[in-house]
């Protein structure tokens, strides 16, 4: 057939028109990540993110269609700084940027003021804050994607006791909401299990010199020392132990689980620092060992404590949507209330209040530096 030059133009129009009709059949999901991106906790805020980062790749490249719409994952990243203020101040810029979907934040401190940004603003939250308070706001569509406070304080306390036979146990804890809610359930549960609290001190989340209050500690001999923080502060109280003599054992929760603590104190780690984690074994998991390799390969780094739960539920939050045939944050968090997801560092199910309904705590050692897992709870 001989197309007529009088056609081309009306061609040309209806190309535009279906390019247009496609075009329109595309809809840009926002996922958010807040954390510390800068300051002494970066390296576990690029670890969250990357874990996101992972995941939105993968989802992209299967082409997700929802309500007959293709869908464009598109990150999009704040740093909270780990600091309330900043943490707030982020919280209001993703929710006036439209996003409905947050990972993060990573430190308690911030995520119980964010909580109601978010509330307020319709969007959901993931987030690995561990003080039992970030999940008693009352505010719906708010997930815990692991084990809370109560849980990893009292897993270290009840380790403590039954394997490491210790008696006598000192804490030391930053004042943050996470380090004191972790640090006052590891003493809870320690007086339960009738450990001797032998002292308590306390310093901040910006200290570097503990030599001070671990000089106090040490002429009340604890045969451990638990202390409620983060791994740059971790580090340097663990060498100044080695360097008072100390032969106490450093207790702490998931953030001294960090592969960064043998990176800042090296051999001082090893057999000393035991930890306890939210989540399962992942060398252990089934897809553990892949995950690991895949995420080293992407990033040419290890993965650290919580890329995995981060990557996890950003891929449980998109099979949500394909359930409920929406990305509407109500409909989608209708879904993962209603339903499980079995992920790589274990499965994902929370109860009305988002925490999770079977968290597993694993205790680690280091062994050359590197996080060792021992046992999960």
Do not use: W
């Amino acid at each position: 057939m001989t197309i007529k030059s009088s056609m081309i133009p009306l061609l040309g129009l209806m190309t535009l028109a279906l390019a247009g009709h496609a075009n329109a059949q595309e809809q840009v999901v926002k996922i958010g990540v807040t954390g510390p991106l800068s300051g002494p906790n970066a390296f576990a805020g690029k670890d969250n993110e990357n874990g996101v980062r992972l995941a939105i790749e993968e989802l992209n490249a299967k082409k997700i269609m929802v309500a007959g719409k293709a869908l464009k994952f598109e990150l999009n990243s704040e740093d909270d700084q780990c600091d309330a203020k900043s943490g707030v101040n982020a919280a209001q810029k993703l929710v006036d940027g439209g996003v409905k979907f947050v990972m993060g934040p990573y430190c308690s401190g911030v995520a119980i003021p964010a909580s109601r940004v978010y509330s307020e603003g319709g969007a959901m939250m993931s987030t690995v804050g561990t003080n039992p308070k970030v999940t008693q706001g009352g505010y719906k569509n708010l997930f815990r994607m692991v084990a809370s406070d109560n849980q990893i304080g009292s897993s270290m306390a009840v380790y403590a006791a039954k394997v490491l036979k210790v008696k006598k146990v000192g804490v030391i804890d930053d004042r943050t909401a996470f380090g004191q809610g972790v640090a006052d359930e590891f003493l809870k549960e320690a007086k339960n299990l009738g450990l001797t609290v032998v002292g308590q001190e306390y310093t901040t989340d910006k200290s570097v010199d503990f030599l001070s209050i671990l000089t106090n500690l040490k002429a009340k001999q604890p045969e451990a020392i638990f202390f409620g923080g983060y791994a740059p502060q971790g580090a340097p109280l663990v060498r100044q132990m080695k360097q008072l003599g100390m032969p106490a054992k450093l207790l702490g929760g998931d953030t001294l689980c960090s592969p960064e603590m043998g990176k800042l104190a090296a051999d001082a780690v090893n057999d000393t620092v035991f930890c306890a984690q939210g989540g399962s074994m992942l060398d252990k998991a089934k897809e553990g060992p892949a995950f690991k390799a895949k995420y080293k390969k992407r990033f040419n780094l290890e993965a650290d404590t919580y890329a995995a739960p981060f990557y996890d539920q950003t891929l449980f939050i998109v099979e949500a949507m394909q359930k409920a045939n929406s990305t509407d944050p109500i409909k989608v968090g209708a879904e993962i209330y209603k339903s499980s997801y079995n992920g790589v560092a274990g499965t994902y199910a929370y109860d009305e209040k988002g925490n999770m309904k079977q968290a597993p705590v694993t205790v680690s050692t280091f062994k050359n530096a590197a996080p060792v897992p021992l046992v999960s709870y």
